[in-house]
């Protein structure tokens, strides 16, 4: 085992310089979606002849199980004889929100790894036959989850937003019979848009990075890399 020695180099080359890109991404894939927090306000009038609206808010954020985030009035007050509290939003996304969290999390925690291994241990890398294999595997593997985490991510966002606009005046059951609703407002979701760009951004960045990974794999060239092993690392005679 080599001792570490700092070697700056990897980071100027596509290797290096792209896996820095990657831990980026992945900071900005979970946090913008895992630092989420939001509500939907709902306007509440007891009579049709009455013009004075209440406001009921439920507040909904990461893992976004909806089906937890209930009505509340404000400061606790009676708004119709009606109580909010045992209405509820409409789903449960979180086991979406949180593979995708949790896999950014997972990208970070490998990226530093990688990093630290291709500065520190630069001559232990490009020496050995396997860790460039499994860097190479683990590239693919990441590509393909960061499709699937992001691609469900970006279907569970569609349906938060439906479930938090204005159809949840329709869903709730005392806006049917006993008061006047109107869909008031619900907080932004752009970070959670820009968290389904930076997920699809990883996937590229990913790929991209495969072939860069791919060369420093004995598959790039096997007969130069086998021979330099047994040959103690000289290269092969040219000609015949």
């Known amino acids: ?28 894939a979970f946090a913008t979606c895992g630092g989420f927090k939001g509500k939907t ?74 990093l630290l291994l291709y500065v520190g241990y630069t001559n232990l890398y490009r020496d050995s036959r396997k860790l460039p294999m499994v860097d190479f595997v683990v590239t693919l593997v990441a590509t393909f989850l960061w499709l699937v985490s992001t691609s469900a991510w970006a279907k569970a966002l569609t349906d938060i937003k439906i479930a938090t606009g204005h159809n949840i005046v329709q869903e709730l059951l005392p806006c049917s019979h006993q008061v006047v609703c109107h869909f008031g407002s619900v907080t932004s979701m752009g970070s959670l848009n820009v968290s389904v760009i930076f997920g699809f951004l990883n996937m590229v960045l990913w790929g991209g990075n495969a072939w860069f990974v791919y060369k420093e794999t004995s598959l790039h060239s096997p007969s130069n890399t086998s021979t330099s092993h047994s040959q103690g690392g000289i290269p092969p005679p040219t000609g015949i």
Request: charged share 15%.
């Open 1 to 28: 085992m080599s001792s570490f020695q700092l070697n700056l180099n990897p980071l100027k080359e596509p290797l290096g310089f792209i896996k820095v890109l990657e831990w980026i991404a992945a900071i900005f």
């Open 41 to 114: 306000e709902i306007l509440v009038s007891c009579s049709p002849k009455v013009s004075d609206n209440k406001t009921i808010t439920a507040t909904f954020g990461y893992p976004f199980r909806l089906n937890e985030a209930s009505f509340q009035t404000p400061q606790g007050a009676n708004v119709c004889d009606v109580d909010w509290k045992s209405y509820v939003l409409i789903g449960d996304y979180s086991s979406s929100a949180q593979f995708y969290v949790t896999f950014a999390v997972f990208v970070f925690l490998y990226c530093i790894a990688a």
